[in-house]
């Protein structure tokens, strides 16, 4: 039976460790917030641009050939699939439920005889990856140095996909993400960005819709705007994901602190019951000694 | 005067929502001025600066190229990068036109074109914030 004092020191060492899930805890909140309202502020940019490339691809749909991003490449043999996940762990299943996605996607594409690579933005993501399909992953990228998420990054992401599809490396791109719903709730979730889905605009019952004018003409706006739209997409799953890891984080670091919470008082209760039994017995070997004189 | 509906929204924020009586785009092919009814029209932008009159008071807000699209509703300007005039950080600007004078030495072609006129645009518009910081 461990002694007292090592007793004394394994409760002193489970309230440390809550105390420093407690601080990630509240610092996790704290950047939650932060992250929340960044989501938020992107949020009406790329609903527009996906209002405006859904009305341009529109009356560009009925003029014939549209470019390669919006139309594909007429294949879908070899698959892209860019993995967004955390930089950090300590959040719970948020890594791996990105991860476990990415990995059943990409597992039925190949029983289908489909070529799958990976593009995987955050160093989690690629440790986990890294175990099954080392061969398939093209390109890592790990966000760890930045600090403040900017579209420039998203940017970067883009621009790299982006070359990759000119050099025809694969035709279809799927993204990998976390969206963020409330602070319990991320759902894992996968878009196609390459080709572009557009979706269906509902039938509009005032009228046909406008006609507009374009300048310069709307294929040359539609081929500036796809690729912009790839990095806005790219740049709102970051920002999603950013909000959901340090939602994930505050919850998990929550639980964490409760179950240490447990832990102390379980380690109390045998601590006390282990003393009052030394002092009983203490009080006995005095007592039957006095009796013997 | 009639007003009609500005939306301007860049990646990071709404930078600008409001009703205004009149807009100066700079577009890439050539500045427009849109007022309340204008008809639907979409339009790439180039850099430049960007005017806003609402109520005989006028902004300027510096843009690095994005679409301008005009409906029924007003007009919304997807901007890839908006700053207003004050906040313009000129030195980092500088820097930047610097930084792109350099990395033109390493394009040719058509590209070299283009890095040219997008030069020239960001140099219009340094001049231009120059100009109105001296008065």
């Known amino acids: 039976m461990a002694s007292l004092k090592d007793m004394r020191v394994r409760i002193a060492s489970t309230k440390a460790t809550q105390k420093i899930t407690k601080a990630m805890q509240m610092v996790a909140a704290s950047k939650l917030r932060r992250a929340q309202m960044a989501a938020e502020a992107a949020r009406p940019y790329a609903e527009r641009m996906d209002a405006v490339i859904a009305s341009i691809a529109g009356a560009a749909a009925g003029s014939g050939t549209g470019p390669a991003l919006l139309g594909g490449t007429g294949k879908d043999q070899v698959h892209l699939l860019l993995v967004c996940t955390g930089e950090r762990g300590l959040s719970g299943a948020f890594n791996s439920s990105i991860v476990r996605l990415a990995r059943e996607r990409a597992l039925a594409l190949m029983n289908q005889g489909k070529e799958v690579k990976f593009f995987c933005v955050g160093r989690k993501g690629y440790e986990q990856l890294r175990r099954t399909f080392d061969k398939q992953i093209v390109e890592h990228l790990e966000l760890r140095a930045v600090k403040q998420l900017g579209f420039v990054n998203a940017e970067d992401i883009a621009k790299k996909v982006l070359a990759r599809f000119d050099n025809g490396e694969f035709d279809v791109c799927t993204l990998f993400f976390s969206r963020f719903k409330t602070v319990i709730a991320q759902i894992p979730t996968a878009q196609q960005i390459i080709p572009l889905v557009v979706q269906a605009k509902p039938a509009v019952a005032d009228g046909p819709a406008p006609v507009y004018e374009y300048e310069p003409e709307e294929d040359e706006i539609l081929k500036g705007l796809l690729p912009r739209n790839l990095a806005v997409q790219i740049f709102r799953a970051l920002l999603e994901n950013n909000a959901s890891f340090y939602g994930a984080q505050m919850s998990s670091m929550d639980n964490a602190t409760r179950n240490a919470g447990d832990m102390i008082r379980k380690q109390t209760l045998i601590y006390n019951r282990t003393r009052q039994a030394m002092i009983t017995k203490e009080l006995i070997e005095i007592i039957s000694g006095a009796e013997a004189i | ?135």
Do not use: W
């Open chain 2, 1 to 135: 005067m009639a007003t009609f509906h500005f939306d301007l929204v860049s990646p990071e924020k709404l930078a600008f929502a409001g009703e205004v009586d009149q807009v100066d785009v700079p577009g890439l092919e050539g500045d427009f001025g849109v007022l309340a009814g204008h008809s639907p029209f979409v339009a790439a932008l180039r850099p430049g600066i960007m005017t806003i009159t609402s109520g005989g008071t006028k902004q300027m807000i510096i843009v690095l190229g994005g679409l301008a699209e005009v409906n029924d509703k007003g007009l919304t300007v997807l901007a890839d990068v908006a700053t207003s005039l004050q906040d313009l950080d000129r030195a980092a600007f500088a820097d930047q036109i610097a930084a792109m004078e350099e990395k033109l030495a390493e394009k040719e072609g058509s590209v070299l074109d283009r890095a040219i006129e997008r030069l020239d645009h960001f140099k219009v518009i340094q001049q231009h914030v120059n100009s109105t910081a001296m008065h």
